[in-house]
Nanobody, 120 residues
Framework: QVQLVESGGGLVQPGGSLRLSCAAS????????MGWYRQAPGKQREVVAR???????YYADSVKGRFTISRDSAKNTVYLQMNSLKPEDTAVYYC??????????????WGQGTQVTVSS
């Protein structure tokens, strides 16, 4: 069984910073792409940032220059450093990873979500 566990969400004032973490555990042979998505109330889930196994990154236009995605392969963990936060960044943030368990095919896995609220 593979699990993704997120941490680091919370309430922050506009202009503040938060760092999200997502650790993968379980029967893992290989982790490929990892990423962060978010879903605000009444909106569809959208990609925020992704990082490949080789370290190439992608960012949504709305977060470029403010958010940084990174990963620690030794810890099976992906991070999202969020700076200069805006009220429109308020959402539930979900971790995603493409993981190949031992003896199984590559599949998509999701974390349970962590709430980020940007408000004064």
């Amino acid at each position: 069984q593979v699990q993704l566990v997120e941490s680091g969400g919370g309430l922050v004032q506009p202009g503040g910073s938060l760092r999200l973490s997502c650790a993968a555990s379980g029967n893992i042979f290989r982790i490929n792409d990892m990423g962060w998505y978010r879903q605000a109330p009444g909106k569809q889930r959208e990609v925020v940032a992704r990082i490949t196994r080789g370290g190439s990154t992608y960012y949504a236009d709305s977060v470029k220059g403010r958010f940084t995605i990174s990963r620690d392969s030794a810890k099976n963990t992906v991070y999202l450093q969020m700076n200069s936060l805006k009220p429109e960044d308020t959402a539930v943030y979900y971790c995603n990873a493409q993981i190949q368990p031992y003896g199984m095919l590559n599949s998509d896995y999701w974390g349970q979500g962590t709430q980020v609220t940007v408000s004064s």
